[in-house]
Each structure stands twice: as structure tokens, then as C-alpha cells.
């Protein structure tokens, strides 16, 4: 039973220009949520994340939104480049739990 | 600092054979963790190790075994492999365990025909 939901598998962006990344959960106790960034070949790698205390949360480029209420978070990249072509994987989980569950992941792919 | 390595990269099976991943790291980590990737499935935890001296099932731990060799080594054992364990797999390790950042080996691919 998937609690982590990333319903596009992949999302095509022109170089310059936003992009949206979402993210569904059901388990209402995840209070943590992290996004992961992958290259082919290689392991994730941590790019952001945010407490349930927060509704944002900024690095550089990269803004995570939480929408409590809806279950639902957001990663946004602004301006997309060529090197953000890579499968973002959105993370959650719970301080009483301490391990995090994965969604499917979404294939980025910034076109120039 | 190799941060987390793990060998081999890519190995062939046959069905009913047995065989050990390897995964160690040099961050002085306590936690450590297996994942698996599948399409469609994300990452999916089949063991972790909290602190050196014990382990914990994850989501899908049937078919391994874990063990916690010293700080460092995190091992993964097929016993009898099955073509259901064709994957991806990743070892991690994390500072304390919970939720702060996990690093990631590059992991190994494992076809089981």
C-alpha cells in the first residue's frame, strides 16, 4: 500500500522555465518529507525538505511547498536547467517511525 | 571520503542460486539501510540497521537477510534468488537514523533469470 503517491511519471520543461513537481500522501502521522534527486547510474542524492511545522521551505532554485489539509506537497525549480534532467523522488515519514517511504519517482526532462 | 560504496555493481543469477551484497561506508554513520528500486515502485526499504548490533525488517524483507558486520558494513544475502528479485538495489546510511539526510550508494543491479 503506496502512502507516497507521485502521479506523473515524467514531465517535459523547456530550459528557463518552471517546474512542478507533486506529491500525494495519505498517512495524515507523516510529519517530515524530503525530495531526492537521481542520475541515471548513480544513487539519490538529498535535495530539500520540510517539517510539518512549515509550509515552505527555499534553496536556491529549488522552493518546497506543504499543503497540510490537502496531504499534498510541491517542489518547484526555478529557472529549470539541462543538468536538473533527473527522476525526483518525493520521501515522508514520522519522527515515531524514523524510516521514510518513497514515491514512484518523476522523470524530469529539461529540453533546451 | 568514498561515502557509500557498494559491490558489486551489476551481477547475474540463476534461479535457486545465492548471493551477498555489499555495501560499506566511511561517514561514521550509525544507521544503514537496504533499499530495492523497481519501476513503478520508487524505493522500497527491505532492512536497516539502526546502530551496529541490530536490525529491523522494512516494507519487503522476504527472500533476505541483513547483517551488521561493524559500524561501517551493511551486508544484503539472497539465500535462493528468484526472478522477483530482479532489481535495483541500494544501500544507504544516515547519522542517527530518522529522518535526517540518507546517502546513498551507487548501487547494483541484479538480474535473476
Known amino acids: 500500500d503506496q502512502q507516497v503517491k507521485q502521479n506523473s511519471p515524467s514531465l517535459s520543461v523547456q530550459e528557463g522555465r518552471i517546474s512542478i513537481l507533486n506529491c500525494d500522501y495519505t498517512?495524515?502521522?507523516?510529519?517530515?518529507f524530503l525530495w531526492y534527486k537521481k542520475y541515471p547510474a548513480e544513487g539519490p542524492t538529498f535535495l530539500i525538505s520540510?517539517?510539518?511545522?512549515?509550509d515552505k521551505n527555499e534553496d536556491g532554485r529549488f522552493t518546497v511547498f506543504l499543503n497540510k489539509s490537502a496531504k499534498h506537497l510541491s517542489l518547484h525549480i526555478v529557472p529549470s536547467q539541462p543538468g536538473d534532467s533527473a527522476v525526483y523522488f518525493c520521501?515522508?515519514?514520522?519522527?515515531?517511525?524514523?524510516?521514510?517511504?518513497f514515491g514512484a519517482g518523476t522523470q524530469v526532462v529539461v529540453t533546451p | 571520503n568514498a561515502g557509500v560504496t557498494q559491490t558489486p555493481k551489476f551481477q547475474v543469477l540463476k534461479t535457486g542460486q545465492s548471493m551477498t551484497l555489499q555495501c560499506a561506508q566511511d561517514m561514521n554513520h550509525n544507521s544503514m539501510y537496504w533499499y530495492r528500486q523497481d519501476p513503478g515502485m520508487g524505493l522500497r526499504l527491505i532492512y536497516y540497521s539502526a546502530s551496529e548490533g541490530t536490525t529491523d525488517k522494512g516494507e519487503v524483507p522476504n527472500g533476505y537477510n541483513v547483517s551488521r558486520l561493524n559500524k561501517r558494513e551493511f551486508s544484503l544475502r539472497l539465500e535462493s534468488a528468484a526472478p522477483s528479485q530482479t532489481s535495483v538495489y541500494f544501500c544507504?546510511?544516515?547519522?542517527?537514523?530518522?529522518?535526517?539526510?540518507?546517502?546513498f550508494g551507487p548501487g547494483t543491479r541484479l538480474l535473476v533469470l
Open positions: 520540510i517539517s510539518s511545522i512549515k
Open positions: 544507504a546510511s544516515s547519522e542517527v537514523g530518522g529522518l535526517e539526510t540518507q546517502y
Open positions: 520521501a515522508a515519514g514520522t519522527d515515531s517511525w524514523g524510516k521514510l517511504q
Open positions: 498517512n495524515s502521522m507523516f510529519d517530515y
